[in-house]
Structure formats: structure tokens, C-alpha cells
């Protein structure tokens, strides 16, 4: 069983006067934050003010690149050449990595957002233009991946640092990919029904899919998203049940 976990959540992706989640409750809540870079959420502005919270919070901090697409949050599947993806993926770590030195960091981690995750997580091609865009920029970097699918396969093969995320919050395919939002069931918003569920596939090292089929796989880190009704009081019951039963919150 794991006995040392991280948890991150999504975060930076307001835009200037608009608010998307509470990023300070759950920068008290999460050991890692993955920080939108501009294109799908976020400007310099909310940039800055989350990672000096992360900063002083000591939460690792992460680029979380996604599509141009502020109107759609970088949820809609944009047919793109993977040139041209890889180059905004390149471009978004390098203003991360910018944001984070100056509010005293560093970005130690990256993780694709939304739509472009989702893409990469059954496309091989896609997955490796995106990583190694990242890789080309720091090749000591942390790619957070999702578990069990075509991007660990393409982590593995390209030899880098990286850690093998599920989400606390979202059901799965038996393919080990996530249940489309649009369908029932899709997003998990009780603690009380997630957290237990969390600790199972800890104990089995492996994703429970909603079928009830496991699927074997590395559990470095479990997402907490911040933008869902109830988000932080979820995290904070999933916290709070992880460690009650022994399980120890660290930073990648």
C-alpha cells in the first residue's frame, strides 16, 4: 500500500476580475499546485498572486498548459498540428518558469489541462510532442501523467522524471480514462463517498473504474479539482480521511 502521496489541484484560472475556485482554502489543503499559464485560465497578474501563495504556503509549484481557448477554459478538442501544440506547450512552461522565479519558486512539475490532457491521454504522438516540448525546456521536470494510460506509456519511453496521477473526483472507463463530464456520475462531489473510494486504490495500486474493474498502475499524486460546488470542503475530508489512515501528504 502507499503510504506517501501528493495531492494537487488545478488553480490560477481566473482572469482578471473573474474567479474560478478558492486557490488560498485549498493552498492549505494541497501539497502541489498546477498553475494555468494564460492560454485556457489565468494572466500574469493571477499568475503572480497564486504562486506567492503556493510560495508561502510551501506548495510545489507546476505549469498547467492548455488550448487557447479561454472561452471554452480550454475544455473543447481543438484540431491543431502537434508542432503547433508543442510550441504552446514550450511557450507556457517558459512563462511558468518566469512567474515562479520571480515570486521566489520554481516549477518543478507539468501537467496538460482539460481537453488537451484528455487528447494526449489516448494519443500517443501528441502525448510525446507535449512532453518532450516540456522536456526540450527542463529536462528535469516532473511530468504528471494519467495513470495507466498512453501517457505513461510515452513517460516510460522517453526516460524522464514523471508521477502517475488519479482524481479523487471523477469516475473512470475501464480503459483507465475519465468518464466524459457531460454524463451522469462523471464528477464526485460528496468527500464522504470519494475519500474511502480514494483509499482503495491506494490500498490496490490500482484506478477502480466505475464498472468495478481494476486497473493496475503507479499512484504518485491524486487531483483535487478546485473548481467543482464544495471543492475545498471535499479536499479537506479526503485530507483529513488519508490521514487518519496513515498516510502521509508530501510534495513531489
Known amino acids: 500500500m502507499t503510504r506517501t502521496v501528493d495531492l494537487?489541484?488545478?488553480?490560477?484560472?481566473?482572469?482578471?476580475?473573474?474567479?474560478?475556485?478558492?486557490?488560498?482554502?485549498?493552498?492549505?489543503?494541497?501539497?502541489?499546485?498546477?498553475?494555468?499559464?494564460?492560454?485556457?485560465?489565468?494572466?500574469?497578474?493571477?499568475?503572480?498572486?497564486?504562486?506567492?501563495?503556493?510560495?508561502?504556503?510551501?506548495?510545489?509549484?507546476?505549469?498547467?498548459?492548455g488550448f487557447a481557448d479561454l472561452k471554452g477554459f480550454g475544455r473543447r478538442k481543438l484540431p491543431l498540428p502537434h508542432t503547433e501544440i508543442a510550441n504552446?506547450?514550450?511557450?507556457?512552461?517558459?512563462?511558468?518558469?518566469?512567474?515562479?522565479?520571480?515570486?521566489?519558486?520554481?516549477?518543478?512539475?507539468?501537467?496538460?489541462?482539460?481537453?488537451?490532457?484528455?487528447?494526449?491521454?489516448?494519443?500517443?504522438?501528441?502525448?510525446?510532442?507535449?512532453?518532450?516540448?516540456?522536456?526540450?525546456?527542463?529536462?528535469?521536470?516532473v511530468i504528471m501523467v494519467?495513470?495507466?494510460?498512453?501517457?505513461?506509456?510515452?513517460?516510460?519511453?522517453?526516460?524522464?522524471?514523471?508521477?502517475?496521477?488519479?482524481?479523487?473526483?471523477?469516475?473512470?472507463?475501464?480503459?483507465?480514462?475519465?468518464?466524459d463530464r457531460s454524463l451522469p456520475g462523471a464528477v464526485l462531489h460528496d468527500a464522504a463517498t470519494a475519500a474511502p473510494r480514494i483509499l482503495k486504490m491506494l490500498d490496490a495500486g490500482a484506478i477502480i473504474a466505475e464498472s468495478g474493474q481494476n486497473i493496475p498502475c503507479r499512484i504518485d499524486t491524486i487531483c483535487l479539482h478546485g473548481d467543482t460546488p464544495g471543492a475545498v470542503e471535499m479536499a479537506r475530508g479526503i485530507r483529513r480521511h488519508l490521514t487518519d489512515a496513515g498516510i502521509t501528504i508530501t510534495p513531489l
Open 8 to 65: 494537487n489541484s488545478d488553480m490560477g484560472e481566473g482572469f482578471g476580475h473573474w474567479r474560478m475556485g478558492d486557490d488560498a482554502a485549498l493552498l492549505d489543503v494541497v501539497s502541489s499546485a498546477n498553475i494555468a499559464c494564460g492560454f485556457h485560465a489565468g494572466d500574469p497578474d493571477v499568475m503572480d498572486k497564486t504562486m506567492r501563495l503556493a510560495v508561502a504556503n510551501g506548495v510545489g509549484i507546476g505549469a498547467h498548459p
Open 146 to 179: 494519467l495513470a495507466a494510460t498512453a501517457m505513461e506509456e510515452v513517460v516510460c519511453d522517453l526516460g524522464c522524471n514523471w508521477a502517475g496521477e488519479i482524481f479523487a473526483d471523477r469516475a473512470y472507463n475501464d480503459d483507465a480514462t475519465l468518464v
Open 88 to 141: 504552446a506547450v514550450a511557450y507556457q512552461l517558459g512563462a511558468a518558469q518566469a512567474m515562479a522565479r520571480r515570486a521566489g519558486g520554481k516549477v518543478r512539475h507539468l501537467k496538460l489541462h482539460g481537453a488537451l490532457s484528455n487528447m494526449a491521454s489516448v494519443d500517443h504522438d501528441l502525448a510525446k510532442a507535449c512532453y518532450q516540448a516540456a522536456l526540450d525546456v527542463d529536462p528535469d521536470i
